[in-house]
């Protein structure tokens, strides 16, 4: 067991990333009984907008510290991922508001592939590297090296849900949207427009799903067309983990998934005995789904007191 | 723009049609300021569908509603409570995972003037000590007369004008029924106008002004509370006389 530590924070940087997108597919399925499929193109689409933009930049010879340009590059993205968050409950789900719950499914299920093809028209199918704009340093504690990107990420993904338990749980805006998720008919008499509670949970989870996008390009010095199908799927798997619908279930299940992922890969080949390497650290996750769903679908935080005494 | 004259909700041939059926057909409704008004029937007569339809929940398919002077028959449902025009749904609808404290709160959603809204939760303390000792508590934790203290309570942080209470004793035991009932007559008392929809017709129209009798989406009778209570027809169909 001589690398656990270092697996250990490789789990943590990528599994803050998981919580940040879970908790977007959360929010949404908290509001409306939907599993928003496309929420992996919307990270994607964050991480894309800020390659292109910090390219642009770079183009133009704009003489910026690295750290300012990626900010640039993130507060463009941000708007774009919330105003495609925003878009996509209007055009695609709202209108099927009253219907059957397998429509809204199906057509997130297309949206993204619809959204990926787009992608793939913008920026092509190769992958595209990420501008090595980072004055990376590493760190070592107790024969583990963690970079300060790694850091980064950790304590802004930290920020973020902070920021975001906070307007949940304690502003007049998230007691408005935590009684619009429990019971909309009750919510819409005592006078919350909810089209617009609706509109800003997506609008919320896409803003945090472009940071977690831009998160996982910087840390692998790369983003495609089609990585949100994948690390959207692990996402949700981490929000089915933690509970759907289930905000500190998001966040522990994105935790816990990527120490197990990464745990998993780091010892996958020592415990197949050589036969399956690191590749199929992929395996990990969907095992995790699968089992969560036959023997605690709830998930780890998904008890729910009594809806009636 | 309310005078003594003018009643404060009048309904004129309101047809309302809700999955297909026609739940309401053609019915006229007049409530003036600071009755307490019963509206009594058997199940399935279209009483809750009157009422969703009154704030907004359901769409009317003909006829007019005119509220406080304004017509509001084609209203967005989050846009009556402004308006002064309260639902206390049937099943009480509370939000069960939010504390009653917060329950409380979303009464008073639409309004932004901090001291008063501070003055009317400790009002409504007052009136039910019950929850003030449980306002950290999850309202779906409560009996269900707590819940229903919960719902009326939440509508008063509204300030409504109008209340309007759909079934409030309904899954109650008989003890707690006679305390929900002596919270409608102080809340009456205080001089908020009520439209009470109730299974316990006898119960009902012992508390109000006055009454509707409505059959098959349909109003038959309409007169004083008393006058009804006293009406052979009536007691037989409704009172179990």
């Known amino acids: ?309 | 723009m309310t005078t003594t004259t003018s009643p404060l909700l009048s309904v004129k041939d309101l047809k309302v049609a809700y999955g297909g059926i026609h739940a309401v057909k053609g019915i006229n409704l007049e409530i003036k300021q600071g009755e307490l008004v019963a509206l009594i029937g058997a199940n399935g007569a279209g009483k809750t569908t009157t009422l969703k339809t009154l704030v907004g929940m359901v769409k009317p398919a003909a006829g007019s509603i005119s509220f406080d002077g304004q017509d509001t028959s084609r209203l967005a449902a989050h846009d009556f409570v402004s308006r002064g025009l309260v639902l206390v749904p049937e099943g009480r609808g509370i939000f069960p995972r939010l504390t009653v404290e917060e329950n409380l709160q979303m009464g008073a959603y639409y309004r932004n003037d901090k001291a008063d809204i501070a003055h009317d939760m400790a009002r409504v303390y007052d009136l039910f000590p019950r929850l003030k000792e449980r306002m950290k508590q999850l309202a779906g934790t409560l009996s269900g007369g707590e819940q229903q203290m919960v719902a009326i309570g939440r509508a008063l942080m509204s300030r409504p004008k109008l209340l309007l209470l759909d079934e409030p004793s309904m899954g109650l035991a008989p003890i707690i029924v006679q305390k929900i009932f002596e919270i409608i007559r102080m809340v009456a008392a205080e001089g908020v106008t009520m439209l009470l929809i109730e299974q316990n017709a006898k119960l009902a129209l012992e508390t109000a002004n006055r009454g509707y009798v409505m059959e098959s989406g349909v109003i038959t009778v309409a007169d004083d509370a008393k006058a009804l209570l006293a009406n052979p027809a009536i007691q037989s169909a409704y009172l179990g006389e």
């Open chain 1, 1 to 309: 067991m001589d690398h656990l530590l270092q697996h250990l924070i490789n789990g943590l940087v990528i599994g803050s990333v998981y919580a940040l997108i879970a908790l977007g597919y959360t929010m949404v399925y908290g509001i409306m009984q939907l599993i928003n499929f496309a929420h992996g193109e919307i990270v994607m689409i964050g991480a894309m907008v800020t390659i292109t933009c910090i390219n642009l930049l770079l183009g133009a010879n704009v003489a910026l510290p690295g750290i300012l340009l990626l900010t640039i590059g993130l507060a463009m993205a941000i708007p774009v991922s919330m105003a495609l968050g925003y878009g996509i409950e209007r055009v695609a789900y709202r209108p099927l508001r009253n219907a059957p719950r397998l429509a809204p499914l199906i057509t997130a299920i297309g949206l993204s592939i619809v959204l990926q093809q787009l992608a793939t028209l913008i920026w092509g199918r190769n992958y595209r590297p990420f501008p090595a704009i980072l004055d990376i340093k590493t760190f070592e504690i107790g024969g583990a090296v963690i970079t300060n990107l790694q850091i980064a990420i950790i304590v802004l993904a930290i920020l973020i849900m902070a920021a975001l338990f906070f307007l949940i749980e304690r502003s007049k805006l998230g007691r408005a949207m935590r009684a619009t998720a429990q019971n909309i008919d009750v919510a819409r008499l005592m006078g919350v427009n909810t089209n617009t509670i609706i509109s800003l949970t997506f609008v919320i989870g896409s803003a945090l799903g472009a940071v977690a996008g831009v998160m996982v390009a910087a840390n692998y010095d790369q983003a495609h067309a089609y990585m949100g199908f994948l690390i959207g799927l692990k996402a949700f798997t981490a929000a089915v983990l933690g509970g759907i619908g289930n905000l500190a279930g998001a966040v522990v299940g994105g935790l816990v998934l990527g120490i197990v992922e990464s745990l998993g890969a780091g010892y996958l080949s020592d415990l197949t005995g050589g036969v399956l390497t690191s590749s199929y650290k992929d395996i990990f996750a969907f095992a995790v789904l699968i089992l969560v769903l036959l023997f605690r679908p709830s998930g780890l935080l998904g008890e729910r007191v009594a809806e009636r005494a």
